[in-house]
């Protein structure tokens, strides 16, 4: 049986009607990818308030890796609400906050020992992962990639890359905010063709790529010699897997000479893993296959599969630097996103888990790379595991972006009943944040769709 069920065009009436009150009600700055409105999810699958049945490719910007109402984060999230909501931990401790904690230290075993501090969002976690580092170094400056995105609060914009619509009129932002080259090879200067197409992209097994990564940190080094001088940089931000970005893969040979220059300067290296990590890139966090450790890893999203949950884990060095009272909020670590990132640990615990989210990965490279062979607008694809996308071009020679073409497809799918989002410096990047308990059958269905929005394009563009 089909997952994807129409009954009505899209967006239906009672969407319709919704969108309008919204645009009465609501301030514009959200922005939307589809224009229908949910009355329920499961799994893999979203419904709307018009019975239509959509395969969900974007699982709430990877928050749902472990589908909509996994049952056992269900399960823990309705025990801990008879128990109570909120105490705040700044008042009254409890014991789930303590439990994860002490679950999330365990994932970086070469930082040992570790520590974890618990925020509500991604930026509130970058930003509190900035102050860890200044305070420990004593020292102010920060660098941050091209096509990174930290967030949208003050100190993660002034992180993240792109302009429009992140940054635009909202300036002055936080000093001390340097920005250097991301190892984005399909677009370094002077290079033409695709060397991602190299096998060795992540692990260091193609010539090319070493050589690239040599390039780019040569690069990074001279720019933070030159424009800031080492001993005065606090920390390093980096995203393994360029996400907003463009699901840009950071190659390990880059990432493993930051952590060695950082090492020599006495800088903090800061993983953000808002995106990457629960299984998202087939590890629990993308680190972990890298063979990198960062002092400071943060997580957000799939930490608690769909609850306000986020945290900064590492060096209990850098973390002790800041005193008591230093960092805080409310509703940080709220007792029922711990429980429900409690029970999101137990889930990856399964072998099987990430296994299956593995072979989601493989059937998802082959599908885009067989559909990078039939369509001339595809100038590459990439990604890291299941974490995956296919960017859009007017000429693969030229590598003219088109961000045309990629919402067109978004547009398609959607209508014909698959949920997926467009992203990238330039808007022409189609990414494929799948449920990661999706079924090889589903991951068929939704593809084929994806490839009739392709298709499309021919006859729509011509």
Same mark, same amino acid.
């Given at each position: ?14 969407s319709r009607e919704l969108f309008a009150a919204r645009q009465q009600h609501v301030a514009p700055g959200p922005f939307h990818t589809t224009p229908v ?77 570790? =520590? ?45 890359? =792109?302009?429009?619509?992140? =940054? ?26 695709d060397p991602g197409a190299c096998p060795g992209l992540n692990d260091g097994g193609c010539k090319l790529q070493r050589c690239l990564c040599r390039e ?64 998202r890139t087939g590890s629990l966090l993308a680190c972990q296959q890298l063979g990198v450790t960062p002092d400071l890893v943060v997580m957000a999203k ?96 030229? =590598? ?63």
């Amino acid at each position: 049986m089909a997952s994807i069920q129409l009954q009505t065009e899209i967006p239906g009436p009672r969407s319709r009607e919704l969108f309008a009150a919204r645009q009465q009600h609501v301030a514009p700055g959200p922005f939307h990818t589809t224009p229908v409105v949910a009355a329920h999810a499961e799994g893999a699958m979203i419904t709307d308030v018009d019975g239509n049945r959509f395969l969900d490719f974007a699982s709430g910007i990877g928050v749902t890796n472990l589908g909509h109402r996994d049952p056992a984060v269900m399960a823990a999230i309705a025990t801990q609400a008879e128990q109570f909501v909120h105490t705040s931990i700044n008042v009254v401790a409890y014991e789930g906050y303590i439990r994860l904690a002490e679950r999330l230290n365990g994932l970086l075993p070469e930082a040992s020992p570790c =520590k974890t501090f618990l925020a509500n969002s991604g930026a509130e976690a970058v930003e509190n992962a900035v102050k860890f580092a200044r305070v420990a170094t004593g020292r102010q400056a920060v660098i941050a990639f091209e096509h990174g995105y930290h967030g949208r609060t003050y100190m993660a914009m002034a992180l993240t890359a =792109k302009a429009n619509p992140y =940054k635009s009129g909202f300036a002055p932002f936080p000093a001390e905010v340097y920005r250097a080259a991301y190892p984005d090879f399909y677009r370094w200067p002077g290079l033409s063709g695709d060397p991602g197409a190299c096998p060795g992209l992540n692990d260091g097994g193609c010539k090319l790529q070493r050589c690239l990564c040599r390039e780019a940190f040569a690069v990074f080094a001279e720019m933070a010699r030159s424009q800031i001088g080492e001993a005065n940089v606090a920390a390093v931000i980096i995203e393994p897997v360029a996400g907003e970005g463009g699901f840009i893969p950071a190659p390990a040979p880059f990432l493993k000479l930051l952590r060695e220059w950082c090492d020599q300067h006495g800088v903090v290296l800061i993983f953000d893993e808002v995106q990457t990590g629960f299984g998202r890139t087939g590890s629990l966090l993308a680190c972990q296959q890298l063979g990198v450790t960062p002092d400071l890893v943060v997580m957000a999203k799939g930490l608690a599969n769909g609850l306000p949950l986020s945290a900064v884990t590492g060096r209990a060095e850098v973390i002790d630097a800041v005193g008591l009272g230093g960092v805080g909020g409310t509703y940080c670590g709220n007792p029922l996103a711990c429980a429900a990132a409690l029970a999101v640990l137990d889930r990856f615990e399964d072998p099987a888990v990430l296994a299956h989210a593995r072979q989601l990965g493989e059937q998802l490279r082959q599908r885009l790379e067989a559909f990078a062979e039939r369509f001339p607008r595809i100038g590459q694809t990439r990604g890291l595991g299941p974490m995956r996308a296919i960017e859009l071009v007017t000429d693969r020679a030229t =590598k003219e972006p088109d961000k045309p073409a990629a919402q067109a497809v978004v547009r398609y799918a959607y209508e014909h009943g698959v949920i997926l989002m467009a992203c990238g410096t330039h808007g022409n990047v189609l990414r494929f944040l799948i449920p990661l308990t999706l079924t090889a059958e589903q991951l068929n269905e939704g593809l084929a769709v994806v490839e009739a929005g392709l298709e499309n394009l021919g006859s729509e563009m011509s």
